[in-house]
């Protein structure tokens, strides 16, 4: 193979390690993702929380 080549084989290995580092990515921000939706959904879940929510909407719609 001459030089040429080897380098060209080289920038297209390298081209598919990119591609292959990408998804992994993606995948590391959607779990991020899950497991933070997962923490807000516990948050809001417990009472004092949803008191304190039920509130403000209350007083923004004029109930209290």
Do not use: C, K, N
Not at 23 to 36: D, H, L, N, P, R
Not at 48 to 54: A, D, H, T
């Amino acid at each position: 193979m001459t030089p040429s080549h080897l380098s060209r084989l080289r920038a297209w290995r390298a081209r598919l390690t990119d591609r292959g580092m990408a998804t992994v990515e993606y995948a590391m921000v959607t779990i991020g993702a899950a497991a933070f939706a997962a923490v807000l959904i516990a948050i809001i879940r417990s009472p004092e929380v949803r008191q304190s929510l039920m509130d403000i909407i209350g007083r923004a719609l004029g109930g209290a």
